[in-house]
């Protein structure tokens, strides 16, 4: 190289050095004894704190092996040209801990900027935003004001290139790179430095260190305090704007200023919150309709014919009833049940079979959209070419340590770590039966609530029989029902409890997989909580859906679980009261329990550790102090706000005909949980790291998957838990009243058993003068010559319900596909702004490299440009000619 390039190389390199070198000398005038407590800089005034760690003396044994640990630790990062200022103990608010600041120079952020191939911005961009619609004035009042919503200008952005320093738009070296980028930068650095060599291997990064106890904590700093600004020197304060414009829940109808959450917490935050705007946003459209079909249910259920018959004295006043249990149990007139029809009509209508059919499409329409969403927030955010640049440069610490194999990568021609499957094949089994024996025990968990529905069923009926103060109440606390919520009560206290287990084991069995990447790791983390979570929560929700009631034989032939216990009957009017009582208590109390574990847990754990301090005011003691006594989000928070969110479509999608308010439910705890989680993340954790992510990853595919279950289960709901089919069946095939179709349907669905026929070890305690009950089913009656056999009426309607099941399915799905056909992936304009974008990048790739070219030979611009047009014409000449 000659003399010449190598001075205007270092020229080149010097020039952003210079700039910020003036920035400094300005800082200079900062006075050691007047830094501020809430700083973020060192004690210098100039240089910005990073990352913190933290860590205290340790009187065990292994004191002096963490001591020296953490000396070589540091040792190296100050060679990987960080700069590092350590707090004394004696200086810290608690007289013990000790903090390690961390800065990031410039040559350190422009060398690792490329190297995890960070865009930055080369020009303003020329594309306009997107114009304003009329609808956008109409929402004007849920809108935030534009220096909110676009903190910065947008950008044409390249990959940052340190030998192409003046291409970047450099006005300000210490405010170039983002909060965020510096500390991901930091992050990158600490997870892959050296601490030593341990039992014949190279140990290295700061997880290590954590787990070990070397270190306490290691994060990055709040811009500095959430309730007021920041004063100078310190930049502005990011943290109190997300606070005063998005954490506080009188905000609650605003929208939310994503590209502010994105800049400082990151874009994996950011586009899980961007996720759960949008889905909030489409609930609000379900939960308006699935109100309107509650509300149908409601003006109609003084004139279901069904319910007046029950209720009616001189007809369901006059059906004796079977026995609900043996012995104990005794016969009962079907008008006991009045206040249950009536209540069941609510969601048993003929507005759940649109509701089901209105759910299968819109779920498909939120997917097609947020797709839409999803591809804009990529062009936005930089990330439309992120999978291709990162993948692999995401190698867990962990795995690389473990590795003893080396292996060629065929994509980039280099030796990198390798696990062969046969280390892993152990594993992997060890996970799956672990898996498969954890939801084994929420199967034999719901056995045993259905054993304890059973063995207390009688009891309840002979209690609420004989006790006279619950006269009163009779009517509407019956047995069923009384069971139905102590069981369901105790079914949520079981999930609660197998769920606090089984978190812990889950996430222990997938670090012993030894996955490749952070993406593996949550791949497989993300599978065994979802397909337990998902027997957890929706076993009980199946069984009463599709198995109560179904199978329990007639009077004289019931069937018995364990040959002990007579199984389940549905209500009169069927299990779907009683699937909705149970879909109510457990998604309204995982909510509520979330909430509260997700705002109570960190209050009280910060509080706990502030009394701790020598004061108890969080304005007396440094920025790194302060973020130090608040609680850690980790590496798996993001993982469980996904997962608690896809639990929450489930139940909205899965069973919404059994509850069309489950929208409802969901939009009104999702517009909580938005500002919950924003008040967390912004005042009682401390700083994420911030991270990339273009998608919601391997959850899109389980929603994906959780919606075309969805068609099924609603289709079988409506068919084979709502009274809906049969009241059908009745009034086209087998009503004589032309006036009133439905008139006699209640006598007609139930099935005439003749007393006599009871085996004597069933028979009521107190034995009645009744000569014939009543029971639900199509039978025939004791004196035809098929007696107890199912009639006609039976497959009629079972005929009936199978063809609903193929119709709805095949309806929906028809929708489906053409809506995933209409809606394409990407929006036009989207496609259109990212040709504009690559196309204006190369051009002024292309113009740099030209003007530099043209200064190193000595070029004249215009003899240049002719004979670059020439070279170009030449070209366009050859291409024409082939």
Known sequence: MSSRETNLLINEESMPAKRYNLFLRRRLMFQKNEQSKDSIFFRDGIRQIDFVLSYVDDLRKDAEIKAERRKEFEQNLRKSGLELEIEDKRDSEDGRTYFVKIHAPWEVLVTYAEVLGIKMPIKESD????????????????????????????????????????????????????????????????????????????????????????????????????WKPSEPPNPVNERYTLHQNWARFSFFYKEQPLDLIRNYFGEKIGIYFAFLGFYTEMLFIAAVVGLACFFYGLMSMQENLSSIEICDPEIGGKLIMCPLCDTLCDFWRLNSTCLASKFSHLFDNESTVFFAIFMGIWVTLFLEFWKQRQATLEYQWDLVDFEEEQQQLQLRPEFEAMCKHRKMNTVTKEMEPHMPLWNRIPWYVLSGATVTLWMTLVVACMVAVIVYRLSVFATFASFIQSEASLQPVRSFLTPQLTTALTGSCLNFIVILILNFFYEKISAWITKMEIPRTYQEYESSLTLKMFLFQFVNYYSSCFYVAFFKGKFVGYPGQYTYLFKTWRSEECDPGGCLIELTTQLTIIMTGKQICGNIKEAIFPLILNWWRRRKSRTNSEKLYSRWEQDHDLESFGHLGLFYEYLETVIQFGFVTLFVASFTLAPLLALMNNIIAIRVDAWKLTTQYRRPVAAKAHSIGVWQDILFGMAVLSVATNAFIVAFTSDIIPRVVYHY?????????????????????????????????????????????????????????????????????????????????????????????????????IKREK???VKILHEFELNKLREDLGVQPSELQKHVMIEANKAKQAKRTI
């Open 127 to 226: 594309v306009p935003r997107n114009e304003d619609t009329p609808l956008t004035y109409m929402l004007s009042a849920v809108k935030l004001p534009a220096s909110v919503k676009y903190p910065h200008p947008e950008y044409f952005t390249a990959q940052f290139s340190r030998h192409r320093q003046e291409l970047f738009l450099i006005d300000d070296p210490s405010t170039f790179f983002p909060s965020s980028a510096r500390n991901r930068i930091v992050y990158y650095i600490l997870s892959r430095c050296p601490f030593g060599i341990e039992d014949g291997k190279k140990r290295f990064g700061i997880e290590r260190l954590l787990n070990s106890s070397t270190y306490l904590a290691a994060y990055p700093l709040h811009d500095g305090q959430y």
């Open 733 to 833: 095939a087998y009503s004589i009243n032309i006036t009133h179709p439905l008139q006699g349907y209640v006598n007609n669905s139930l099935s005439i058993f003749l007393t006599a026929d009871f085996p004597n070890h069933t028979l009521p305690v107190d034995k009645r003068d009744f000569t014939t009950c009543r029971y639900r089913d199509y039978r025939h009656p004791p004196d035809h010559t098929d007696k107890y056999l199912h009639n006609k009426q039976f497959w009629h309607v079972l005929a009936a319900k199978m063809t609903f099941i193929i119709l709805m399915e095949h309806i929906v799905f028809l929708f489906k596909f053409l809506l995933a056909w209409m809606i394409p992936d990407v929006p036009k304009d989207v496609v259109d702004r």
């Open 839 to 841: 196309l204006m990048t």
